[in-house]
Structures are given as C-alpha cells and as structure tokens.
C-alpha cells in the first residue's frame, strides 16, 4: 500500500533521509539510494510516495520512494479555486 508524507530532513553527508507520514505516524528512514529517481536531490517538504518495510528487528523504514510532483501542482490549483 502506497503511503505519502512529506521530506523531514536530508544528511548529505551520510546520504540518510527521514520522511514524515502526511497522516501522523512514525518518521521513518531511509538512504537516498533507496529514492526511484537517485540522481534527484531530495529536499525538505517536497512530497514523496512510498511503501513500508520493517527491518532490523522491526523497525519500519520508507522503500521504492517515488517524487509526487504532480500532486503538488493538484493541490496548489484547488487552493487557488476556492
């Protein structure tokens, strides 16, 4: 199941990412390596699609993340409309 949040923080240094869920949860980890468009620098807030995936004991960690450009664009036209 595809969830969706939003860019908390970006180590370049270390390459680790941590993503806020769009409806509260736990902020989760991941390697920019793990992003479907790696070249992509990520930055905070931009809105990122992804799944679940528990490792190390059960920890959950966001896998095959894929960049929402479009929902953003969705969303910015329906606040202009009304």
Not at 44 to 70: I, M, P
Request: aromatic share 6%; with cysteine.
């Amino acid at each position: 199941m595809t969830c969706y949040g939003k860019i908390k923080s970006y180590d370049s240094n270390a390459g680790t990412v941590s993503i806020t869920a769009k409806k509260g949860g736990d902020v989760l980890r991941f390697k920019k390596s793990d992003l479907q468009q790696e070249a992509e620098m990520p930055k905070v807030d931009q809105r990122f699609g992804y799944e679940t995936s528990e490792v190390d004991g059960g920890k959950k960690r966001a896998v095959n993340l894929q960049h929402q450009q479009g929902d953003i664009q969705k969303e910015q036209a329906g606040a202009q409309q009304g």
